[in-house]
């Protein structure tokens, strides 16, 4: 192994070569390599948002409930007509809004996440098979 005065590499995926970049057995990609790609931000950003959506659906109408019982007992406790006490409605319905949480994540996955995640996949597989033939 020789010497290599170069800096170390910006990211822990990046690899640090130890023969100088005129070596003729270093070659040069002819497009940056997949650990700079724009598309794993993309991804990150996508994937934030679509947990953000899913959470804040729950988790805000969880809250919701929890603020209307601790300072607005009259509310919980009044009855429209003979059905159960508001309280016991906005309890029932936590359910499906947790449904309904999940069905956003899963949609949101589907439409803007999975097809971003593919496309890394995708090059990421054409990388190791540019690597494989030279």
């Known amino acids: 192994m020789s010497y290599d005065p170069s800096p170390p590499p910006d990211h822990p995926w990046q690899p640090h070569l130890?023969?100088?970049p005129d070596h003729p057995s270093v070659r040069r990609p002819?497009?940056?390599?997949l650990g700079h790609h724009s598309d794993l931000r993309i991804l990150r950003g996508a994937y934030r948002r679509q947990r953000r959506v899913a959470t804040l659906t729950a988790l805000g109408y969880?809250?919701?409930f929890l603020i209307l019982s601790a300072f607005a007992p009259s509310l919980m406790t009044s009855r429209v007509g003979d059905a159960p006490p508001t309280g016991l409605?906005?309890?029932l319905v936590q359910l499906p809004v947790t449904w309904l949480a999940?069905?956003?994540?899963e949609r949101t996955a589907r439409t803007y996440v999975d097809p971003i995640a593919d496309r890394i996949r995708r090059q990421a597989a054409?990388?190791?098979?540019r690597g494989a033939t030279r």
């Open 126 to 129: 054409l990388d190791v098979r």
């Open 18 to 20: 130890d023969r100088a």
């Open 30 to 33: 002819d497009r940056e390599a």
């Open 89 to 91: 409605l906005l309890a």
């Open 102 to 105: 999940v069905a956003l994540y």
């Open 62 to 64: 969880f809250t919701l």
